[in-house]
T-cell receptor, first 119, second 109 residues
Framework: SAVISQKPSRDICQRGTSLTIQCQVD?????MFWYRQQPGQSLTLIAT?????????ESGFVIDKFPISRPNLTFSTLTVSNMSPEDSSIYLC????????????????FGSGTRLTVV | AQRVTQPEKLLSVFKGAPVELKCNYS??????LFWYVQYSRQRLQLLLR??SRESIKGFTADLNKGETSFHLKKPFAQEEDSAMYYC???????????FGAGTRLFVKA
């Protein structure tokens, strides 16, 4: 399975600033996903990033707040913009090797996460 | 609406006891179900998929479409099984996955 390097692993940021999180994969993948895990809650999908096209955002998430880049098949960044304490969360990058010829999902591989604290 | 429900936030069992982590789902099509696990200080990782009908680390899970459940079971819990477990549902093709709230399993010596 793919190996994902995600950084930074954690950061403490001032409100109103922005943080860019990087995700590097050791193999080419078509789809990369960004998740948020707020304290005590489950994972929520922020957006899906495909190389060569605009990211697809889920309800409640917008590009101005969470701009995403996907310059090639092994790399993506997520920026958390104009941060507020409500953005304090763990942000996770994940990839899926895709589906089998029968259309079944292989499941996700996750990065180690970025623990963001906004003060 | 698509939904994954894990009714137990915390499950505590003694070593050697059977364990069952419950997962129920709501989905209008033919879902693919997964269990993910996160051990302390490690990243989230895939444990098993319903489609492969495999047993990983002694855990099994059977998809029950009638009861819309995908409970995770192990006959004899080990201390190293202590972790956070997430049930997840994917639509056909795997383009979007929904996670349950998670169950923390604590296996006592």
């Amino acid at each position: 399975s793919a190996v994902i390097s995600q950084k930074p692993s954690r950061d403490i940021c001032q409100r109103g600033t922005s943080l860019t999180i990087q995700c590097q994969v050791d193999s080419q993948v078509t789809m990369m996903f960004w998740y948020r895990q707020q304290p005590g809650q489950s994972l929520t999908l922020i957006a899906t990033a495909n190389q060569g096209s605009e990211a697809t955002y889920e309800s409640g998430f917008v590009i101005d707040k969470f701009p995403i880049s996907r310059p090639n098949l092994t790399f993506s960044t997520l920026t958390v913009s104009n941060m507020s304490p409500e953005d304090s969360s763990i942000y996770l990058c994940s990839v899926s090797p895709g589906v089998t010829s029968g259309g079944f999902d292989y499941g996700y591989t996750f990065g180690s996460g970025t623990r963001l604290t906004v003060v | 609406a698509q939904r994954v429900t894990q009714p137990e936030k915390l499950l505590s069992v003694f070593k050697g006891a059977p364990v069952e982590l419950k997962c129920n789902y709501s989905y209008s099509g033919s879902p693919e179900l997964f269990w993910y696990v996160q051990y302390s200080r490690q990243r989230l990782q895939l444990l098993l998929r319903h489609i492969s009908r495999e047993s990983i680390k002694g855990f099994t899970a059977d998809l029950n479409k009638g009861e819309t459940s995908f409970h995770l079971k192990k006959p004899f819990a080990q201390e190293e099984d202590s972790a956070m477990y997430y049930c997840a549902l994917s639509n056909t093709g795997g383009f979007k996955t929904i996670f349950g709230a998670g169950t923390r399993l604590f296996v006592k010596a």
